[in-house]
């Protein structure tokens, strides 16, 4: 009987295609607005940096990445971005540590502080991405404009759309946008089918991800020796990686609010955010080079060697990002942490690779930025895509679904590395 009543329990309706439809244009418009202004954001960032870090030190006659010329160019960042902190309307937004990748609208008049912060950031060798600003830029703009040009769409899914949109510019593809949103919802009750729901982020996704794909062409490929058949060594050694990348990751996300209580203290972003520039110049003096910025194109650099570097080289850099990500995201600068975790993630794997060679370096890497990224993020769609796209090779998607299972145990519960605004992490 309890069988046959469940069998009869009505599903949720489906919503008709004419309550979708009109759905389409303002899910396109965001996408590629989302699109370009990721793009701009990243490309002025990108010029700015090869001012700083190229052009400026060539002229001066001081090494690009000496460590003069790291403590001078990351304590000016600091001075710079505590400047716009300060003094730019709305303080260039809340405070970076208590956002995720959603976050409400603010008010227009945020967003140039904002964005200038999060471009010096960018630019000036903090261990930050790009993600949370350019989505809470994103979201300003598609919920300001939505409202006023489109007054009976719902003023809840233009944030929606904004986040849909960035994700897959960011990543270059909607099945990330996808992932995200279906992982948000999951949390709340949902009207309709799930398909509906996802619809229209659905194809702010695309529009945002084929905006960058035709404009930049970004790719995440590692370009790493594909695994071939894998076999039950391979299975064990993404288990153990997976989970024990985890865990360097949950005790950066214990300490987060002990570092950024530090910062707080200090009282005001004009003394933070140099302060914090400092320690990170230090940080990158004692990492090298590729211990700075966001992480993506030195993530490539570092695998596109994974035997070159002893084990104990990649470990320091791991630990060292590691630690930049800490100060970064306390101190008050504007950016995300997803890119500097894959750094991280990636560097961990590479050390399992070198510690025990047969341990293929493509296995190793994605699964340290799976258990890293699930640690940081506590998002597990986004962790597992992420590794999965790192490297071109299907077989690892299994072996990759089976090792998220105990990282997931280990940090699921856990605090996340994000406060509330009273400090408190958040769980």
Known sequence: MAQDTARQEPTAPAAPARALLPLILPALAVGVGAGLMFLLVSGLAEE??????????????????????????LTATGVLVGLV?????????????TLGLAAAPVRPAVLPGLLVAAMLTLAGGPSLG????????????????????????????????????????LFGTPVAAALVISEALAGRPVKGALWDNLFAPLAAGAAGAMTTALVARPTFDLGLPPLGRPHWGDLLAALVIAS????????????????????????HPLVALPVGGLVLGLLGALGGRLTLFKGLSEVAELARDPDGRPAGQFAAMAV???????????????????????????AFGLTAHALVPAVPPALGVAAGVLGMLM?????????????????????????????SLPAWLLVTGRPQ??????????R
């Open 48 to 73: 700015l940096q090869g001012a700083l870090w190229q052009d400026l030190p060539d002229a001066l006659g001081i090494g690009r990445y000496s460590v003069v010329w790291m403590l001078v160019v």
């Open 85 to 97: 902190v300060w003094k730019a309307p709305g303080h260039a937004g809340p405070d970076p540590a």
């Open 130 to 169: 790009p993600e949370n600003p350019v989505i809470m830029a994103n979201a300003a703009l598609a919920f300001w404009l939505g409202r006023r040009l489109l007054p009976r769409m719902p003023g809840a899914l233009w944030p929606v759309l904004a986040e849909a949109a960035t994700i897959g510019a």
């Open 244 to 267: 024990a990348a985890a865990l360097p990751g949950l005790a950066a996300v214990y300490v987060f609010p002990y570092v950024h209580r530090a910062f707080s203290w200090l009282g």
């Open 320 to 346: 060292v990002k590691l630690a930049a990500l800490l100060v970064a995201a306390s101190c008050g600068f504007r950016g995300g942490r997803i890119f500097p975790s894959v750094f991280i993630g990636a």
């Open 375 to 403: 640690a940081v993020t506590r998002q597990g769609w986004v962790s597992l895509f992420t590794a999965a796209v790192l490297v071109s090779s299907p077989t690892i998607l299994a072996l990759l679904c089976v090792a």
């Open 417 to 426: 590395m994000q406060l509330s605004t009273d400090g408190r992490a958040i």
